[in-house]
């Protein structure tokens, strides 16, 4: 009978370093450790605590919660104690749900902006500084689109030109010879550039140098038959470039 006790009392130890983790191992302030008769459980305020482990030989029930003990058999915890189901964070996520709502009604409207997509090149071909009366850079390039295909047109930049070819603006049929358009990298097409961090190193300082002393590159774009025969796209930097050589602008609108 001493032996049966025995077992049992060990059977429970066991259980018990399974339900608090801390047989054998030192205790610290941020862990529970529980006597070989107890087990840990929680209390009202889901704060965990040792409670006495039941007696005999008991199998623990299958929980989608915690599970500990009365001292007289193992139990769930209430799924009640969640904090989902805690009525002042129920109370705070209405109110914040409403604040959502009040502020979305607040907003004004959005509307899909317009489909931009390649228009055409500019008749006259400009070296890397654009200039177009007074002003001159991207204003520039903007205004000679502008002044050749109406008003809104500008250079081109690269997504606008992929959209293109998804609208079909650009297929097999089309073609645009190498034209400046506004791809910043962040490159350093050629070595030692000046200001290599500014973003200026690839565009030719934003379409305003003209000169090639800086080290400085625009960038240019080529749609046509690829090698093997498919339409495609070109990207000119580097050697190709020279913000000193004369191309086409490249418009969208």
Same mark, same amino acid.
């Given at each position: 009978?001493?032996?049966?006790?025995?077992?049992?009392?060990?059977?429970?130890?066991?259980?018990? @370093?399974?339900?608090?983790?801390?047989?054998?191992?030192?205790?610290? =302030?941020?862990?529970?450790?529980?006597?070989?008769?107890?087990?840990?459980?929680? &209390?009202?305020?889901?704060?965990?605590?040792?409670?006495?482990?039941?007696?005999?030989?008991?199998?623990?029930?299958?929980?989608?919660?915690?599970?500990?003990?009365?001292?007289?058999?193992?139990? @769930?915890?209430?799924?009640?104690?969640?904090?989902?189901?805690?009525? &002042?964070?129920?109370?705070?996520?209405?109110?914040? +749900?409403?604040?959502?709502?009040? /502020?979305?009604?607040?907003?004004?409207?959005?509307?899909?902006?317009? =489909?931009?997509?390649?228009?055409?090149?500019?008749?006259?071909?400009?070296?890397?500084? /654009? /200039?177009?009366?007074?002003?001159?850079?991207?204003?520039?390039?903007?205004?000679?689109?502008?002044?050749?295909? !109406?008003?809104?047109?500008?250079?081109?930049?690269?997504?606008?030109?992929?959209?293109?070819?998804?609208?079909?603006?650009? +297929?097999?049929?089309?073609? /645009?010879?190498?034209?400046?358009?506004?791809?910043?990298?962040?490159?350093?097409?050629?070595?030692?550039?000046?200001?290599?961090?500014?973003?200026?190193?690839?565009?030719?300082?934003?379409?305003?140098?003209?000169?090639?002393?800086?080290?400085?590159?625009?960038?240019?774009?080529?749609? !046509?038959?690829?090698?093997?025969?498919?339409?495609?796209?070109?990207?000119?930097?580097?050697?190709?470039?020279?913000?000193?050589?004369?191309?086409?602008?490249?418009?969208?609108?």
């Amino acid at each position: 009978m001493r032996g049966q006790t025995t077992s049992r009392m060990q059977r429970l130890t066991l259980l018990g @370093c399974l339900l608090s983790a801390t047989c054998d191992q030192p205790p610290s =302030a941020n862990r529970v450790v529980c006597l070989p008769d107890q087990v840990l459980g929680t &209390d009202a305020s889901r704060q965990l605590l040792c409670v006495p482990a039941p007696h005999g030989k008991v199998a623990p029930p299958s929980c989608a919660t915690a599970l500990t003990s009365d001292g007289q058999q193992l139990l @769930c915890t209430s799924r009640d104690e969640s904090a989902d189901k805690d009525q &002042d964070a129920s109370a705070a996520l209405l109110q914040l +749900d409403g604040a959502i709502k009040d /502020i979305r009604a607040q907003l004004p409207p959005t509307t899909p902006g317009p =489909a931009v997509s390649y228009v055409g090149l500019t008749m006259t071909p400009t070296a890397g500084r /654009i /200039i177009s009366g007074p002003i001159w850079g991207l204003t520039a390039a903007a205004d000679q689109c502008a002044s050749q295909f !109406g008003t809104g047109a500008h250079m081109c930049v690269m997504d606008e030109l992929y959209q293109s070819v998804v609208r079909g603006t650009l +297929d097999a049929r089309s073609l /645009i010879a190498p034209a400046w358009v506004y791809m910043p990298n962040w490159n350093t097409p050629a070595a030692n550039p000046e200001e290599p961090l500014q973003g200026v190193a690839d565009t030719c300082q934003d379409y305003t140098y003209p000169l090639g002393a800086r080290n400085w590159r625009g960038m240019l774009v080529e749609w !046509g038959l690829l090698p093997d025969g498919t339409p495609g796209f070109r990207w000119h930097g580097g050697t190709d470039a020279y913000c000193a050589t004369t191309h086409p602008i490249a418009c969208c609108k």
